[in-house]
């Protein structure tokens, strides 16, 4: 009996940029431009043409200290970046210069996120807390001892008036109030959660974890979905603007 076996075409990439010296931990895409910046664990930031692959310019650089997270304002002048040190450092798109530093975290900031406004930015860190940052008076304003060993993960809501987070030792999503930072809602995971996304809409919030990415309806809290296929960690989601769930 002859049997036959069906596989999924490979993507050839487009380009390939080349250039980071370590793991690239973080890409934001400027808006209405073929232009992306990544960061590294190399310390460096990095800006890119992606029709040609291209580097543009000298590499951004400050203190030597591993870059894990970074994320771009909703207007696309700031680059916030987490780093090694603790630190949370902010950077000019135009300059690529740091025009500011946060310090507080003890441990590697992985995790970032702009609220909608631009105004705040939520730090998550493997100290176990999430820092929130007014950007204006460059100061903390507001920090959360979340019961994670680790946080892995951090996402405004759309409105930002919450922000959830993910991490280990508490295998969960939190959902938190964003100005007081009480605890809103516990949704258990069976392992730890990497990574969160809203959707525009914010009635839902998808988590990936060890394995399969799930959906929760977040009126409720309660799980809607579960997507298979995943055999190993799930570090990153990224959603469409006309995804349909």
Not at 95 to 119: I, P, Q, Y
Not at 163 to 171: I, M, R, S, V, Y
Not at 196 to 210: E, N, P, Q, R, V
């Amino acid at each position: 009996m002859s049997s036959s076996t069906s596989k999924t075409p490979a993507i050839a990439p487009s380009q390939t940029m080349r250039g980071h010296t370590d793991w690239v931990m973080g890409v934001a895409h400027l808006a209405g431009e073929r232009r992306i910046i990544t960061c590294s664990m190399d310390g460096l930031l990095r800006l890119w043409a992606l029709k040609s692959g291209t580097q543009i310019g000298e590499d951004w650089r400050d203190e030597y200290d591993g870059m894990f997270s970074m994320a771009l304002s909703p207007n696309g002048e700031i680059v916030a970046s987490g780093c090694g040190d603790g630190k949370v450092r902010l950077w000019d798109v135009e300059t690529k210069k740091v025009t500011g530093k946060w310090t507080g975290h003890t441990r590697l900031v992985w995790a970032l996120c702009w609220s909608a406004d631009g105004e705040r930015v939520a730090s998550g860190s493997w100290d176990g807390t999430v820092r929130v940052w007014d950007v204006k008076r460059r100061k903390n304003i507001l920090t959360i001892k979340t019961g994670h060993k680790e946080v892995w993960a951090v996402t405004y809501s759309p409105d930002s008036s919450k922000f959830a987070t993910g991490g280990d030792d508490e295998n969960a999503v939190k959902i938190w109030d964003a100005k007081t930072g009480e605890l809103l809602n516990t949704i258990k995971h069976d392992g730890i959660v990497y990574c969160l996304a809203w959707t525009s809409d914010g009635k839902k919030l998808i988590s990936g974890s060890y394995g399969p990415i799930r959906i929760f309806d977040t009126a409720t809290w309660q799980q809607i979905v579960v997507i298979e296929g995943h055999t190993h960690v799930v570090s990153a989601i990224s959603l469409s603007t006309r995804l349909i769930l």
